[in-house]
């Protein structure tokens, strides 16, 4: 029979760098418009600002998620070949080993060390990176992958305030900034939660929050200071 059912674990990874990137630019470009607006700045230097702040932004992202995944993916390397050195070393310690993981997660010991001998045979440090050490081809780190998501999803969130900026008039752009962010925002979880087939109404509801306290902080502190100045 065909396997039919459809898992999002292997979604993981980009979804992360994704959502993260595209909520990231729509509340830092926002915040950031709002902050420049509420000190006072005109349209233009509300404007450079706020282009400034996406490029800057999705290349600090890109070099963030890279330099953070390409770390994981080091240590799931080395982690690979410490176990690849052991394999040749010591097998049957190793083939003992994988038998005790299969014994403690329910298997009766002779089906254990029958599947483990059977694996260990097929492949033997696949089967070690797998149910040994946790990883998998699906959740395998890709950095490259995660950077670039990451960035390109930033600059389409970072692009949406701005847009708001260049149609919305003047007198009226701080409300039409927060209210549109806002709304992007909670779209934004509504998509990811599609996808990762998470609950809409928990996903929508925390980053419409934070990203409406984000907002209202910094639109506060520009307040503030351009008050002073």
């Known amino acids: 029979m065909k396997h039919t059912e459809r898992h999002r674990t292997q979604r993981i990874g980009w979804l992360r760098a994704a959502v993260l990137g595209a909520n990231d630019g729509i509340v830092s470009t926002a915040s950031l418009v709002l902050g420049v607006a509420a000190a006072g700045a005109d349209a233009q230097g509300i404007l450079v600002a706020g282009v400034a702040g996406l490029v800057a932004g999705s290349m600090s992202m890109a070099a963030g998620e890279y ?66 050490l946790g990883i998998s081809v699906s959740l395998a780190a890709r950095p490259v992958q995660a950077a670039l998501a990451s960035a390109s999803s930033f600059t389409v969130g970072a692009a949406l305030p701005l847009l708001i900026v260049v149609l919305f008039p003047f007198a009226s752009l701080m409300w039409a900034v927060s209210g549109s962010s806002l709304l992007f925002l909670a779209l934004l979880g509504l998509l990811s939660a599609k996808a990762g087939g998470a609950p809409v109404i928990a996903a929508t509801s925390r980053v419409t929050f934070w990203g409406a306290l984000a907002m209202a902080m910094t639109a506060g502190v520009g307040a503030l200071f351009g008050v002073s100045a």
Do not use: C, F, N, W
């Open 67 to 132: 330099i953070s995944v390409s770390s994981q993916a080091d240590t799931e390397r080395a982690d690979l070949a410490r176990e690849s050195r052991e394999l040749i070393a010591s097998p049957e310690g190793e083939q003992q080993e994988l038998t005790a993981i299969y014994i403690e997660r329910g298997l009766d010991p002779a089906l254990a060390s029958d599947v483990a001998t059977q694996l260990m045979k097929h492949d033997a440090l696949g089967a070690h990176a797998r149910d040994e």
